[in-house]
């Protein structure tokens, strides 16, 4: 059997206020499928909320047999679901099998395919029963948070820590009266926010371990010199402040088109393509983590009648999600998880194919529009003029650019402004994960606003 196909990575599903539960992928490609081959597949559901999670029905196509190891999720705790195929004839296949869950207001739906060349007549068609010896156990930690008064050192009550993982929410957990809490995770890198009334708000990204189980947060105003060193060191932040809200808009009930952030009768059509730094400086300081919060923020204020592409560059240049109309906003919310950095900064190239999406997918009377986000890594220097006659050109095909800024340095700030200006769009910068949210979409309302 060829090499087992796996794409997307943990996708985070429509969930009530108390459960959520996410998944590790919802396709599985067998390749070529021979009658010696394994022909099934173990999907896993894992609850993340704070409720049991109960599998209540499922739809089991022609060929199709699946077992669960439990129908029943309790809270940070996971499930297999095992989906066999049993093919009786030669040839291609792809079975959808929808999963309702009690969380969930519509199925999960798992999908397999694969070619048959060879086939047995008299195979089972039952899944196979679960094994009684236990799967490798999942590497966790319980990581131990503490918040204080950075001038008393006194603990701080009630403080509330947001653990964000791939860009989204994973948990929110409050201190007690010492000022510390605990959440047992995955060994997995984190984003944490933490937040307490009248001492504002300190965040940082968290590679939790065995070892690296510990972290300490100080709330409150820093001394007069603090303030110094800390003015000397965050960039200038140059993003539009006007922000273009609609007022009083009601929308139809016959309206199927529109969202809150962009009713159709105020905004135009959108032709997006994002053009990810995908580096290894952006692995630091939660870099990624809050420009995938940011993404997943406009993606659910897109609508039917927006397109939007991905393009990544590191060391090669990939496109993630060629241009297409947003009618699934679940799997770009995967795709946009999924994102890793590594590798070294090839960002013209990175540019150049985004342009070819963006003018490829053109919506006449739309706003066409390429971001570009990165660290700052990526810079002007003397051998890269022809990027900004690039971005000059694709302005007069009718293609704009904007640069994002994910925590870069100072010194960075006067190329990527450069080439915003140049390409008829602004340069926005995200420092926290509360200003990340509402910057992308506040920047497409800027451009799509009907004149």
């Not at 993404?295 to 090669?316: K, Q």
Request: charged residues 25%; glycine residues 6%; aromatic residues 8%.
């Amino acid at each position: 059997m060829k090499k087992v196909i796996s794409i997307f990575i943990f996708l985070l599903i429509i969930t009530s206020a108390s459960a959520q539960v996410l998944f590790n992928q919802s396709y599985h490609n067998f390749g070529e499928v021979n009658k010696e081959d394994k022909k099934y597949f173990d999907f896993t559901f894992t609850n993340a909320g704070k409720t049991t999670a109960h599998i209540l029905r499922i739809e089991e196509p022609y060929g199709i047999d699946v077992k669960f190891s439990s129908k029943e999720i309790l809270p940070d705790s996971t499930v297999i679901v095992r989906i066999k195929y049993t093919p009786k004839k030669k040839g291609k296949f792809k079975k959808d099998v929808p999963v309702w869950i009690s969380v969930n207001n519509e199925p999960i739906t798992l999908t397999v395919e694969g070619d048959a060349k060879t086939f047995d007549i008299n195979e089972s068609v039952a899944c196979p029963d679960f094994k009684i010896k236990k799967e490798p156990k999942e590497l966790r930690s319980d990581l131990k948070i503490k918040v204080i008064d950075v001038n008393t050192k006194e603990p701080i009550k009630n403080a509330t820590v947001e653990v964000i993982w791939g860009g989204l929410v994973y948990k929110e957990i409050t201190t007690n009266k010492n000022g510390e809490t605990s959440q047992n995770l995955k060994w997995e890198n984190y984003y944490l926010v933490v937040n307490a009334e009248g001492y504002g708000t300190k965040e940082q990204d968290f590679y939790v371990n065995e070892k690296n189980n510990f972290i300490q947060f100080e709330l409150g105003e820093p001394t007069k010199e603090e303030l110094i060193v800390i003015a000397d060191t965050v960039p200038e932040v140059l993003a539009p402040d006007t922000v273009i809200e609609p007022e009083n808009v009601v929308i139809e009930p016959e309206d199927t088109i529109s969202t809150k952030e962009l009713p159709v009768n105020l905004y135009a059509p959108n032709n997006i393509v994002f053009c990810i730094d995908v580096s290894v400086s952006m692995k630091q300081q939660g870099r990624l983590d809050l420009l995938k919060a940011s993404m997943i923020e406009l993606l659910n204020g897109l609508r039917p009648i927006d397109r939007l592409a991905i393009v990544t560059y590191a060391s090669s240049t990939d496109v993630v999600l060629r241009s297409s109309f947003v009618t699934n906003k679940a799997e770009i919310t995967e795709l946009i998880q999924e994102l890793k950095a590594g590798g070294y900064t090839a960002g013209a190239k990175g540019i150049k194919k985004a342009y070819q999406q963006a003018r490829s997918n053109f919506i006449e009377g739309g706003n066409n529009q390429v971001i570009i986000a990165t660290d700052g890594a990526f810079n002007l220097n003397s051998s890269s003029s022809s990027i900004l006659e690039d971005v000059s050109e694709n302005l007069n095909r009718g293609v704009s650019i904007s640069v994002v800024g994910v925590k870069n340095e100072r010194k960075t700030v006067k190329s990527m402004k450069a080439i915003a200006q140049k390409g008829g769009g602004n340069y926005i910068h995200i420092e926290s994960y509360a200003q990340a949210k509402p910057l992308l979409i506040n920047e497409i309302k800027l451009n799509s606003r009907k004149k």
